[in-house]
């Protein structure tokens, strides 16, 4: 998208695509944080970059559809977080990016869309159950050690995620 045709772009939309590509951005370093903090798990930590094309899709799908794309990025982030807390484990703390994932269906929508922001609730509260339910042992081998800092460093990403959308957000009309 070009930064013009941004700008034609409704606020809420303007907002969703900029977390987009935040998150979009920062998917990489990642497992490079994993490695330096953790000393190994690279490998599996390199599954968390399958997710990024399809934060690249809200982006791209903003244009066309700004409705879609409000929808897409806690879509999105919800299998993501799920996805992460299956390979990571829950005591690593990914399951803490279900927050964020709320913020944004409760930031993204209008008044008059509010069907999708029940449909949307919905659906990231039960994948939150599904995944507090179902999971098990994580598929990667991590000591409690390993998993306190891999929850440290998920708090920390979780923290500053929910304050850039909420100033993200902030300006954002609703109406």
């Not at 907002?15 to 998917?27: D, E, G, P, Q, R």
């Not at 929808?71 to 829950?90: C, H, K, N, R, S």
């Not at 042992?137 to 304050?163: H, K, R």
Request: charged content about 10%; overall charge positive.
């Amino acid at each position: 998208m070009k930064p013009n045709e941004a700008e034609e772009l409704d606020p809420l939309t303007r907002a969703t695509v900029t977390v987009a590509w935040v998150i979009f951005l920062n998917k990489p370093f990642y497992p490079l944080y994993v490695w330096y903090l953790v000393g190994h798990g690279i490998t599996a930590s390199l599954a968390t970059l399958i997710s990024a094309p399809f934060f690249f899709a809200v982006v791209l799908v903003a244009k066309r559809s700004p409705l879609a794309s409000r929808i897409l990025l806690p879509a999105v982030g919800t299998l993501d977080t799920a996805f992460e807390t299956t390979l990571f484990g829950q005591g690593s703390g990914t399951e803490l990016f279900f927050a964020a994932c709320i913020m944004l269906v409760a930031l993204s929508f209008r008044p008059q869309e509010k069907f999708w922001q029940y449909a949307m609730t919905i659906f990231v509260f039960g994948v939150f159950v599904a995944s507090r339910t179902f999971n098990g042992q994580p598929w990667y081998p991590w000591n409690a050690g390993e998993l306190s800092t891999l929850l440290n460093l998920n708090i920390f990403a979780v923290a500053s995620l929910l304050a850039f959308i909420a100033l993200r957000y902030a300006s954002s009309a609703r109406a």
